[in-house]
């Protein structure tokens, strides 16, 4: 008789046990999704063939080639337009630089005889990074540069970070990123928190 009550308990203190392991599994599995805001819709895709297109803050140089007035440095608006002289408001977001470049030789022979124009990036907009890093901000961006450089600019992990399965926040959708995932400018990595 006993030996069965000893049984019954052993047993019922396995249960109470295993219960409690599977929720504190499903309850951190739980937290990690919380805490990680959207879930990535996709892993980021390969850069070989990634063309830089112009958006709101990129300072870029124009260069209309005979006449230095309508010449010059200027960073694309919030909306990502260019205000020149001459012919106004132009949409230059989503455009290469050579695409711009082309755009603008049209707009200007409307008023110039076979316009010569050049278009370059200055400085490329900012990337952020927030999440499990020292210092989260924005900084700017280096042509090049991927999620490891991105987290050593921002001052290396916290102590709580996850080192691997970044989130990428790029033109609306969020993409699972790795260390050596290539950044573009305008992008948000969020560095996620580890829980064991």
């Known amino acids: 008789m006993r030996n069965s009550n000893i049984i019954n308990s052993v047993t019922a203190r396995c249960r109470a046990f295993g219960k409690a392991v599977l929720v504190a599994v ?56 260019l205000s020149m002289p001459l012919i106004g408001e132009v949409d ?54 991927t999620v490891v450089n991105a987290v050593a600019l921002a001052g290396g992990y916290t102590y709580r970070a996850s080192k691997d399965g970044f989130i990428v926040q790029r033109e609306q959708e969020n993409l699972l990123a790795r260390d050596l995932t290539p950044v573009r400018p305008g992008d948000v990595i969020t560095v996620r928190e580890r829980y064991f």
């Open 26 to 81: 499903l309850g951190a599995g739980l937290l990690s999704a919380c805490a990680s805001g959207p879930a990535p819709t996709a892993m980021a895709p390969d850069e070989t063939a990634y063309e830089y297109r112009l958006g709101p803050g990129d300072l870029v140089a124009v260069n209309v080639f005979g006449d230095e007035t309508l010449s010059g440095e200027q960073s694309l608006d919030g909306n990502g337009a």
């Open 92 to 145: 230059a977001a989503g455009q290469t630089p050579l695409e711009l470049q082309q755009t603008l030789q049209a707009e200007f022979s409307e008023f110039m005889q076979t316009p010569n124009v050049t278009v370059r990036v200055v400085e490329y907009r900012p990337f952020y990074i927030v999440g499990e890093v020292r210092k989260p901000g924005s900084y700017s961006y280096v042509d090049g540069m």
